[in-house]
Each structure stands twice: as C-alpha cells, then as structure tokens.
C-alpha cells in the first residue's frame, strides 16, 4: 500500500498523517521544502522532484493550489513520448478548480497513459485526521473503483458523481455556499450588534429557525473576537473559488450579481492584509471596527 502526495501544505499535512498511521508508504513532495521540514523525522519519504515521486508511486494524490500548478508540475506540456512515467499512474487531484480545468487536465493525463480521477473534498484538518471528509469523485467509473480503498482512508462514504467535471462543479457550488453564507451570516449578525441586539438573543432565534447553519455556530467566536488568524481555508482561497464559481457560473448562462459583490468584499479583504487568514476575515469588511 503505497501513495505519493503532491502539495503538502495544512490538508496534505493532515492527508500523510492519516495515511502514516493507516500502514500506508507515503511519498511527498512540496514545492516548498521549507514546508516539508517537519516531516524529515517521520516515516514519510520526502522526494527531491515531483518526477521522482511519480516514477516510484502508483497512486498520486495532487493537493496543490490550482490548474496551473498541476500543469506546471506534471509537465503537461510535454510531448506523450517524453513523459512515460504517467504510465498506468493513477491521478486523484483533490484541490479545487474548475470543471473546464479538470477536464483538460483529464485528457492530458489520459494522453500520457495515465488514469484521472477527479477527487474534491468538504471537511477540514479534524475530518481528515479522522479519515471523515465527504469526498466527491469525478471520473470514469473503472478509475473511480480503483481509487476507492484509497478514498476511504479519508472518507467514510467517497461518492461517484459522474463523469469528470461534475465533482468539481459540486465542489465550487459548495464553496459558492460557503461565501453566501459567510457574508449573509456576517452582515445580520453586524447588523443587530449595531442596532443594540443581544448577541445570545441573536444566536437563540437563528437557531431556532430554518435559517440556522452549523457554520454560524462555528465562526461565530472569530467575528466576535475579531480574530481571524488560524486558517484551514484562507480568504485568498475563498476568493480564487468565488472567481472560479463566476467565470463557469455565467458561462452557464447564470447570474452571479448577488456573488459579484461578496467577491468585491473578499477581494477587500485580502488587499487589507487578509488574505492568509480565516476566511471568516470578510465580517471585517462587512463590519468593521468603529
């Protein structure tokens, strides 16, 4: 049971761990090496190159930023002759990008010889610890079943969405919900504050109503404290999918105003030094301090 993990950043780091301590050998690379420091004492064999991880593992999981860092590291612009060792390689790119994107991606890697699964996830560090991430497949059927007793390291219940593009279109629309709610969440709770609400009162009445989400509940201390600084999604990466989720959105014939303006917000955000942070920093610019 071997796997090669490609992007080792908070989640990889998490995804290793996991697989350390199911009896996996586990493979990384990270374009960073300064990221991977701490691994050097574990049982993780760290690879110089992506190339070398690629040749020596047989399942490759990407957790990279976006497409055109996948491109770059498996050198998708090479000639079909020039990159052999793709051969039978299985590809499970869990990041988050575009159907479009993935799709392409798809064709190369099937050019090369190798399979191509699509793989995103909704969950954070604590569910890929314990293995309970809610994992969305993309892919041919044949690739899917092959990644399957990979999948459920991470996940109790991987589901087949469909053919390749479709889990990643979830993906984004789950991330699209992510900052509608983020900020509608934002500007009521910053609303009642500033018109003398008692917040417990605020908090007792959303519960109590079918508006309520659990993601009130956990944010809610971070717009209270002001304190954004851990972050397991960043507001940089919430604004890369909100661009993503558009550009597709509207060529989908859809209309993205209401979303338009959460990205104005976002983008504010990260151009005032947050974009490393929780995404939850966007209650600063919806709120902000008097």
């Known amino acids: 049971m071997d796997i090669g993990i490609i992007g080792v950043g908070l989640m990889g780091h998490a995804f290793v761990a996991r697989f350390l301590s199911q009896g996996f050998t586990v493979r990384v690379f990270n374009r ?67 159907p479009s994107q993935s799709k392409e991606i798809a064709q190369a890697v099937s050019s090369y010889g190798g399979h191509y699964l699509e793989a995103p996830v909704l969950g954070s560090i604590p569910e890929a610890n314990t293995g309970t991430l809610i994992i969305m497949a993309g892919g041919p059927e044949g690739a899917f079943q092959r990644a399957l007793p990979i999948l459920q390291v991470l996940g109790t219940s991987p589901r087949h969405i469909g053919d390749t593009g479709s889990a990643a279109a979830l993906k984004l629309a789950m991330n699209q919900l992510i900052a509608a709610l983020t900020a509608g969440f934002s500007l009521s709770l910053g609303y009642a504050i ?31 404290d002001r304190d954004f600084g851990t972050a397991n999604f960043s507001t940089r990466h919430l604004l890369k999918d909100i ?48």
């Open 32 to 98: 960073s090496r300064d990221n991977i420091k701490n691994l050097e004492d574990s049982d993780a064999i760290l690879c110089a190159t992506a190339d070398e991880l690629i040749s020596t593992s047989s399942t490759i999981i990407l957790m990279v930023s976006d497409a055109d860092a996948i491109n770059n590291l498996l050198q998708l612009t090479r000639q079909p002759d020039e990159r052999k060792n793709l051969q039978d390689k299985t590809i499970i790119q869990m990041a988050t990008i575009s």
């Open 194 to 224: 500033k018109n003398g609400v008692d917040t417990d009162v605020f908090m007792d009445t959303v519960r109590e109503s079918a508006l309520y989400a659990k993601t009130y509940d956990k944010k809610l201390q971070k717009y209270l």
């Open 243 to 290: 661009r993503l989720f558009i550009e597709d959105a509207k060529a989908a014939g859809l209309n993205t105003d209401a979303l338009e303006g959460i990205e104005r917000i976002t983008d504010q955000a990260v151009e005032n030094g947050m974009d490393l942070m929780d995404y939850s920093s966007i209650y600063q610019q919806i709120c902000p301090e008097k």
